[in-house]
């Protein structure tokens, strides 16, 4: 990362005000102007902004934690157009921090329970509803609809994708990141300042970087993140003030401190460079699980993960028949590579705690016996999938990886146990 610390209201910090992005829309209807007064009473945004608010088209990616905040200001706004991009169905452990959606939602989806909030708060706003998965075949498509996107997202391959397309189409990418305590927020915009492959040019090794499914996030964070994102699209739209081009916001809600780091774009950027080799969408997942095990900045680029081929899995319904009355196993040893706080919400009986960072460290190995059938789990099979890897080119002759994880075990074998 190319990052210079700097203090909140130094004031050495950059100036860079940009003309607005929308244009204004036709005058306001007196309702209009009435519900609208108290912006129309800022000198900054006034009459005109109102109109440039209306006319505005914001792509919001993500109708959970940092997209529930976003839509409902933005809906507050008078944001004429918004887009609401989903294709995932309200769960129950959504609501600790989903606030756009509520109990009457669990199991509708995402952008359709998110469309009928926004009207609740704004009827005079226009939810163009998006209930796909966006990739590299029809990001470019919908993004062009939009003056600006918002990253909602919570995981690399969208990541990418969206400032790829971004870079691509020449529109402001507004990011946002949460994990725990821990809140990031940037535009990204080639432009006026770094993309995020600027800032970010590899992602983390798959797996190493736990998402806020595996790792928890608190429910309140997304209304800090998800705000700024949403006052930042704001900005753009009046072109006012100084938006967060080439400032990196770090919030960390434990200190209740906010830094902002300078982020400058690289001219070696894969995408916003001199000599882009990304001048087309590629496949974000991809590229995402070649990201190096080394960790970021190596220089050749990507390789390839670890060889080894496909690791055996078995199914939660196989597992059970193997443990007689769900208890200890007999003659397989089940372990578990999830941290404590997970397996506290759910787990197999029988199963042995081993953490997957005793795997990565090398510990793990020496505690297993190499003469018994091993099934290892996680929360979805991913991480178990990595410690099986890392088991089996130890030499172990015997090693399963649970498909679908306990959350399949919960779904399959027993759905007296909560779901995460
Ligand atoms: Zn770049």
Redesign the pocket.
């Known amino acids: 990362m190319r990052l210079v610390k700097r203090s909140l209201r130094g004031g050495n910090l950059a100036s860079m005000a940009l003309p607005p992005l929308v244009e204004p829309s036709s005058p306001l209807s007196a309702g209009e102007i009435e519900r609208y007064a108290r912006h129309v009473l800022i000198p900054d945004v006034g009459m005109e902004g109102q109109r440039r608010l209306k006319n505005a088209r914001v792509l919001v990616v993500g109708a959970g934690g940092l997209g529930s905040p976003a839509l409902m200001y933005l809906a507050a706004a008078g944001v004429g157009t918004i887009g609401v991009l989903d294709d995932d169905v309200v769960e129950l452990s959504n609501l600790q921090r989903q606030v756009v959606h509520g109990v009457a939602d669990v199991g509708r989806l995402k952008s359709e329970s998110a469309e009928q909030r926004v009207a609740s708060v704004n009827p005079l706003v226009r939810v163009v509803r998006h209930d796909v998965r966006i990739d590299s075949t029809n990001a470019l498509e919908i993004i062009a609809d939009y003056d600006l996107v918002l990253d909602g997202t919570d995981n690399f391959p969208t990541r990418y994708l969206l400032n790829d397309a971004c ?1 691509l189409l020449g529109k402001p990418d507004i990011w946002g990141s949460i994990y725990r305590f821990d809140g990031q927020a940037s535009i ?1 915009w ?1 432009e006026h300042g ?5 800032v970010f040019p590899e992602p983390p090794p798959p797996g190493l970087v736990p998402s806020c499914a595996e790792g928890g996030v608190l429910g309140v964070l997304c209304a800090a993140i998800g705000s700024i994102q949403a006052a930042e699209a704001v900005k753009l739209i009046l072109g006012i003030g100084e938006p967060m081009v080439g400032r990196l916001l770090v919030h960390d809600a434990l200190r209740q401190s906010w830094d902002v780091l300078t982020v400058n ?2 001219p070696g ?5 001199e000599s882009p080799t990304v001048t087309e969408l590629v496949d974000y997942e991809d590229f995402c699980a070649m990201a190096p095990l080394s960790g970021v900045g190596a220089a050749g680029g990507p390789v390839p993960p670890a060889a080894g081929g496909a690791v055996p899995q078995i199914s939660a319904l196989e597992l059970a028949d193997l443990l007689p009355g769900g208890g200890v196993p007999p003659d397989v040893l089940l372990i578990d590579v999830r941290g404590s706080n997970e397996r506290a919400i759910a787990a197999i009986a029988g199963a042995r705690a081993i953490h997957l960072d005793e795997f990565r460290s090398g510990a793990a190995v020496a505690q297993i016996p190499f003469d018994q059938p091993v099934v290892i789990a996680c929360k979805t099979g991913v991480r178990s999938e990595e410690a099986s890897r890392i088991l089996i080119e130890a030499g172990h002759p015997d090693v399963r990886n649970l498909a679908g994880g306990v959350l399949a075990w919960v779904r399959d074998v027993d759905p007296t146990q909560p779901r995460y």
Do not use: F, T
């Not at 770094?194 to 600027?198: E, G, I, K």
């Not at 950027?269 to 460079?273: E, I, L, S």
């Open positions: 870079v990204w080639a770094p993309c995020y492959r600027c774009s690289n950027c894969a995408v916003c460079g």
